[in-house]
T-cell receptor
Framework: GAGVSQSPRYKVTKRGQDVALRCDPI?????LYWYRQALGQGPEFLTY????????KSGLPNDRFSAERPEGSISTLTIQRTEQRDSAMYRC????????????FGPGTRLTVT | QKEVEQNSGPLSVPEGAIASLNCTYS??????FFWYRQYSGKSPELIMF????GDKEDGRFTAQLNKASQYVSLLIRDSQPSDSATYLC??????????FGKGTRLHILP
């Protein structure tokens, strides 16, 4: 596809369930970023990858959050034992490479934990 | 803790005037700087990026960077109602981690 895609676009889950959010970056983009965005706030960095290697996961809130990108393309952000405070828009962005490259955002996944 | 600071606004500017949006950052080693526009309910959209000190112009938009003052700004000339949005400043550090500010809400008054 031409842009970054994310699925599902909307996810409603019950507290305590695990969820997996998927990101498919622009073809050929080396770097992939995950953000969380609360209403009225800027995107909050979670983690990023170059190829399949996770470069920085310092933004992951706690050990219930994990991410992988096993083949250097599609990435999955997994949240285990979801809590209501995890409800947010989760955004993925990709860029051509490391260094001074601009990044392009996907449409986001709106997660609601009930 | 690396920080990117923006005035949350709202900033109200008459149609046709110049809108000036400002951003400061804490990491002196930051490499590149981005301005995104985000309409309500939509994803951030890149509008400008700048790496070197000085001005960079693209149509009605001018980005200005002053690394000594750790300051980056965005000027929008001939503001249009369609420019009403939240403008996000983002900064990439030497570790390639990109940090966003909270955004400034801009409202162009018809």
């Amino acid at each position: 596809g031409a842009g970054v895609s994310q699925s599902p676009r909307y996810k409603v889950t019950k507290r305590g369930q695990d969820v997996a959010l998927r990101c498919d970056p622009i073809s050929g983009h080396v770097s992939l970023y995950w953000y969380r965005q609360a209403l009225g706030q800027g995107p909050e960095f979670l983690t990023y990858f170059n190829y399949e290697a996770q470069q920085d996961k310092s933004g992951l809130p706690n050990d219930r959050f994990s991410a992988e990108r096993p083949e250097g393309s599609i990435s999955t952000l997994t949240i285990q034992r979801t809590e209501q405070r995890d409800s947010a828009m989760y955004r993925c962005a990709s860029s051509l490479g490391a260094g001074s490259y601009e990044q392009y955002f996907g449409p986001g996944t709106r997660l609601t934990v009930t | 803790q690396k920080e990117v600071e923006q005035n949350s606004g709202p900033l109200s500017v008459p149609e046709g005037a110049i809108a000036s949006l400002n951003c400061t950052y804490s990491d002196r080693g930051s490499q590149s700087f981005f301005w995104y526009r985000q309409y309500s309910g939509k994803s951030p959209e890149l509008i400008m990026f700048i790496y070197s000190n000085g001005d960079k112009e693209d149509g009605r938009f001018t980005a200005q960077l002053n690394k000594a003052s750790q300051y980056v700004s965005l000027l929008i000339r001939d503001s249009q109602p369609s420019d009403s949005a939240t403008y996000l400043c983002a900064v990439r550090g030497r570790d390639d981690k990109i940090i966003f500010g909270k955004g400034t809400r801009l409202h162009i008054l018809p």
